[in-house]
């Protein structure tokens, strides 16, 4: 039985690479041909297509996220400025890339997803640094801001208070026993920024979708250190 469709996926491949410029960026990354696992090696052109949707996946999650921090920043009004802005790259990317499968040939489709890698991946630096110069240039937010109890899901917890000028916090960042302290944050343009256990961290308000962590999936009212910790309020 696992013949026939080994060779079900092979022939959707290579009517993939012979209508390349036919296939979406998004069509081409979701295509079941291309599920799984990626390819020990990318040589034969199944194979280089397969591992060009994995880079294609992860370039564009991670373009999704840096899109999704900006926004978080932005006002109404910029949102939808951005929203725009966004569409209108969605359609260029497609647009721009295709062109150079119009030749035919059995590396067309993979001539297409590797531009669609690069420019999703330049477009994901481009809204970093955008989001890094609005961050830059903002005056430093309230403490209102920060205070207020945030939980981070698998035991993870973070807890802001006043104290006179300065604001405590209070962190369980980790299970285990040299992952817990409270520390002194101070309130920069950048966000609030403290020392723990000997490195500058920064703590922003963001949204739980641009944290790695499913606990804080849809949640809107949070706190983001870094991609891979983040809290939100409870």
Known sequence: MKKPLFIGIALVAMKLSASAWAQTAGQ?????????QRPAQCISTLEMQQCAAHDLRDADAEMSKRYAELRASLNTTARKTLLTEQR???????????SKGRNG???????????????????????EKELGSKVNSAAPLPASAFLGRWRGGEGTVMKITRQGDRLLIDNQWGLDADMRGKFVG?????????ERNGVMETVRPGMGDSVNRSALRGKKDCLVVSRDEGYCRY
């Open 186 to 194: 101070t309130i920069t343009a950048d966000g609030l920024r403290f």
């Open 28 to 36: 081409f990354m979701n295509n079941p041909a291309f599920a799984g």
């Open 88 to 98: 209108a790259w969605l359609k260029s990317r497609d647009r721009d890339c295709v």
């Open 105 to 127: 040939g059995t590396m067309a489709s993979v001539a297409v997803a590797s531009c669609w890698v690069e420019v999703t991946k330049s477009r994901s630096l481009s809204l």
